[in-house]
């Protein structure tokens, strides 16, 4: 069974960094490229980044651009989102995935961007 737990959400201000982590278990993680999506209050959940089981980042939203960076550690089943030089506008729930015949969630860690 594939679980995702996320961690490392928290309250910060503008500016500022946190780092992301979300550990897997159930699957051949290396196999697998994986995903963060971020949902903010009232609004669509949307694609943040995505890396390929390599190791290869494919794509960030244009509102991160340059400013997160996605990447994983296979060894550790671990997928992580750097997040820097924060805005409030980036304030959401943050999710990690993975796409196999069904795509899996985890529960979301809250990324609180305030002043």
């Known amino acids: 069974q594939v679980q995702l737990v996320e961690s490392g959400g928290g309250l910060v201000q503008p500016g500022g960094s946190l780092r992301l982590s979300c550990a897997a278990s159930g699957l051949s993680f290396s196999q697998y490229p994986m995903s963060w999506y971020r949902q903010a209050p009232g609004k669509e959940r949307e694609l943040v980044a995505t890396i390929t089981g390599a190791g290869v980042s494919l794509n960030y939203a244009d509102s991160v651009k340059g400013r997160f960076a996605i990447s994983r550690d296979n060894a550790k089943m671990t997928l992580y989102l750097q997040m820097n030089s924060l805005k409030p506008e980036d304030t959401a729930v943050y999710y990690c995935?993975?796409?196999?015949?069904?795509?899996?969630w985890g529960q979301g860690t809250q990324v609180t961007v305030s002043s």
């Open positions: 995935s993975v796409q196999r015949i069904s795509r899996y």
